[in-house]
């Protein structure tokens, strides 16, 4: 049986749970609508009622925290080589439901916040520790239903998704200092290059 790894699951569970606290001390002056969604030029459209944002938006990361340490336990067949790595990605969500939560919450309070320069930090940060940990995991590749399993196309391939992550989290952070076109055409080119690696990828395994 696979050995699942609790006290981790426990803990960035928790953790996604967290900022509920944040959320029950300004409750009361929050407004009955809190703003989760911005478009491009910073302006709200999307909207949680005030009790759905407090309670359900760390719930529902709680859930998809859950699932993806579990996911990630399964079908590691290689824990000690990606102990260090996977521990590292076990703690982006979390870290993200926190941040995330906290700009809501400034920003319902009435708080001048440019969310699209705050959500690219975001990303770019996340891709650049991503892209330093990729190269370092082992037998972590799958394709749909398929593993790789020649060693040296997956050292291959993560050693490319590691630089291509790096310069996307450069693209993502530098993108905020031009016009919210540039962060649109960096999010369009990051589709791009995520579909060119996987029929690449693809084409290698099958």
């Not at 938006?57 to 579990?70: A, E, H, K, T």
């Not at 076990?90 to 708080?111: F, R």
């Amino acid at each position: 049986m696979k050995k699942i790894n609790l006290k981790t699951l426990i803990v960035t569970s928790l953790a996604c749970l967290l900022p509920i606290l944040i959320g029950l001390v300004y409750y009361n002056q929050l407004p009955e609508q809190v703003a989760i969604h911005f478009d491009i030029n910073n302006n709200p459209d999307n909207y949680f009622s005030k009790a759905a944002f407090v309670f359900g938006m760390p719930v529902i990361m709680m859930l998809i925290q859950v699932f993806s340490c579990l996911m990630s336990d399964l079908t590691d067949k290689n824990k000690e080589a990606n102990k260090k790595a996977v521990s590292v990605f076990k703690w982006i969500i979390p870290m993200i439901t926190i941040v995330l939560y906290i700009v809501t919450i400034l920003y319902a309070l009435g708080k001048a916040l440019d969310i699209r320069v705050i959500v690219m930090f975001i990303l770019g940060t996340m891709f650049i520790v991503m892209g330093n940990y990729t190269p370092k995991t082992k037998g972590m590749l799958h394709f749909g239903t398929k593993k790789i399993t020649d060693e040296e196309l997956e050292r291959k391939v993560n050693r490319i998704s590691g630089y291509i992550l790096i310069l996307d989290g450069l693209m993502c952070i530098i993108s905020t200092i031009f016009n919210p076109i540039v962060s649109i055409c960096v999010v369009g080119l990051l589709v791009v290059e995520a579909i060119v690696l996987a029929i690449y990828t693809w084409s290698k395994v099958k």
